[in-house]
T-cell receptor
Framework: LAKTTQPISMDSYEGQEVNITCSHNNIATNDYITWYQQFPSQGPRFIIQGYKTKVTNEVASLFIPADRKSSTLSLPRVSLSDTAVYYCLPVPDYGGATNKLIFGTGTLLAVQP | GAVVSQHPSWVICKSGTSVKIECRSLDFQATTMFWYRQFPKQSLMLMATSNEGSKATYEQGVEKDKFLINHASLTLSTLTVTSAHPEDSSFYIC?????????????FGDGTRLSIL
């Protein structure tokens, strides 16, 4: 399984755009890149997933360059409630429900007023 | 969307007690579920893969006799921490995903906070 590297923590202010980059140099050809958000004392929550280029949903965008060795989660106009730990994980596109997830350290995003 | 439920959300018990945690998939059948443990200010650590109708697969370093896993139905997996001690105090989280579509993300329960006195 590909190892990931993320900043341990980031600080931001309300209303700013936040970009969290994850490095995954040895990502496999059939790996998707998946991002989860975790609040204290809760289980992780799926945010977004992509394979290459750009993916956007109602909460975030995910940018993946052509070499796929990194990815950037973009959160537009963060609020205090976006304070959480964010994890990126490469997940194989085979196996489906049997794919086990190996979590890295994650990035603690602290949003201040 | 798919939802995974855990029960109880927190439990406090005396050392030596066995504690059972339930993980249910509410609107889909899950032949595979996963159990994680998370210590304060640390990441999730995968403990085991729960397989419906067969033995669980444990990660290296996780004692199978200490953490008993039963997956007797397609919607329920249980984790029993046997003879729990203070060092077993942690946040236990389960996950599952809908079968069929290989790109379905894992959905996580809200975790169980276990405190052993």
């Amino acid at each position: 399984l590909a190892k990931t590297t993320q900043p341990i923590s980031m600080d931001s202010y309300e209303g700013q755009e936040v970009n969290i980059t994850c490095s995954h140099n040895n990502i496999a050809t059939n790996d998707y890149i998946t991002w989860y958000q975790q609040f204290p004392s809760q289980g992780p929550r799926f945010i977004i997933q992509g394979y290459k280029t750009k993916v956007t949903n109602e909460v975030a965008s995910l940018f993946i360059p052509a070499d796929r060795k990194s990815s950037t989660l973009s959160l537009p106009r963060v609020s205090l409630s976006d304070t959480a730990v964010y994890y990126c994980l490469p997940v194989p596109d085979y196996g489906g429900a049997t794919n086990k997830l190996i979590f890295g350290t994650g990035t603690l995003l602290a949003v201040q007023p | 969307g798919a939802v995974v439920s855990q029960h109880p959300s927190w439990v406090i018990c005396k050392s030596g007690t066995s504690v059972k945690i339930e993980c249910r998939s509410l609107d889909f059948q899950a032949t595979t579920m996963f159990w994680y443990r998370q210590f304060p200010k640390q990441s999730l650590m995968l403990m085991a893969t729960s397989n419906e109708g067969s033995k669980a697969t444990y990660e290296q370093g996780v004692e199978k006799d200490k953490f008993l896993i039963n997956h007797a139905s397609l919607t329920l997996s249980t984790l029993t921490v046997t003879s729990a001690h203070p060092e077993d105090s942690s946040f236990y989280i389960c996950s599952a995903s809908s079968p069929g579509n290989s790109n379905q993300p894992q959905h996580f329960g809200d975790g169980t906070r276990l405190s052993i006195l």
